[in-house]
């Protein structure tokens, strides 16, 4: 009897846990396509971050804002407007059905972050920090161009046989004629590389494991990875006849453009032409 029960409560469960996995992935699409223009889940954008929104409002509220911010603003709901003023009044065109609202929020709810998931270094990565922070930040950030190439998730993209041997001594393998080497070499503006002779081979292993992304980071920089695709062929359609990323044409290069302007300012623009 205890066991046709077991099976009775699976049978239940189980389509419901599908339908949860189906919610969030096709939330997700959603997301990329309706709400990242405007949101982020951890920082303010154009709009608020949204990580946890849904511990912060009840679903109700939700509905109403996400399905129709501008029905709700003009109702005079105190919040609504609030939110509305402290962002600019620039407007959430979003109109989603019911169904697409709780496919979002099901994929908010589920979207791990840094923060929420960070954990004190430990082991190898805590020495590979110290490493790290002795030897070589100086010339390298984690998650950008410095002196030398941004280095975070470095261990997937090249061979550790190779990364030790570039570490270890790098010059010596840019002189070696070492086909990569050259090349990074070539693009940081012919700057020499350090050697560290002192490193032994269990230094190196454990900044490589600093470097290492753990799971929730390859997460956020696959989505990250999928923005840009798509971003491509957007600024592929609409852009590129005036717009080259590196140098000018009929209007600006706009590569960097990020960290040259705010946000919300060209955002805006692009709502208003309705890019």
């Given at each position: ?106 994929y908010i709810d ?37 002196i030398g190439p ?15 041997a570039f570490i ?108």
């Amino acid at each position: 009897m205890n066991s046709l029960k077991i099976v009775l409560i699976f049978l239940v469960i189980a389509p419901l846990s599908l339908f949860s996995q189906k919610d969030v992935k096709s939330g997700k699409e959603l997301f990329n396509n309706k709400c990242f223009a405007c949101h982020r889940f951890d920082k303010k954008l154009v709009g608020p971050a949204l990580g946890g929104v849904s511990k912060k409002h009840n679903e109700a509220w939700l509905h109403s804002w996400l399905e129709d911010s501008e029905k709700l603003i003009e109702s005079g709901d105190e919040f609504a407007n609030s939110i509305f003023n402290e962002y600019n009044k620039v407007p959430c065109h979003t109109y989603l059905s019911k169904e697409e609202t709780e496919k979002i929020l099901a994929y908010i709810d589920n979207f791990p972050t840094k923060k929420a998931n960070s954990r004190p270094l430990e082991g190898n990565k805590l020495k590979g920090e110290k490493l790290f922070k002795n030897n070589c930040a100086a010339c390298h950030k984690l998650d950008k161009r410095l002196i030398g190439p941004p280095l975070k998730g470095i261990t997937n993209k090249r061979e550790r046989e190779w990364l030790h041997a570039f570490i270890k001594d790098g010059q010596a393998l840019i002189d070696s004629g070492d086909t990569l080497a050259v090349q990074i070499f070539e693009e940081y503006n012919r700057i020499p590389r350090m050697a560290y002779p002192s490193f032994s081979e269990d230094d190196i292993d454990n900044i490589l494991a600093y470097l290492e992304e753990d799971e929730v980071e390859k997460v956020i920089i696959e989505d990250s990875e999928n923005i840009k695709i798509k971003g491509k062929k957007i600024f592929n359609a609409n852009c590129a006849a005036c717009h080259k990323l590196d140098k000018r044409l009929v209007g600006p290069p706009l590569k960097g453009i990020t960290n040259k302007r705010e946000r919300e300012g060209y955002m805006l623009l692009l709502k208003i032409v309705k890019l």
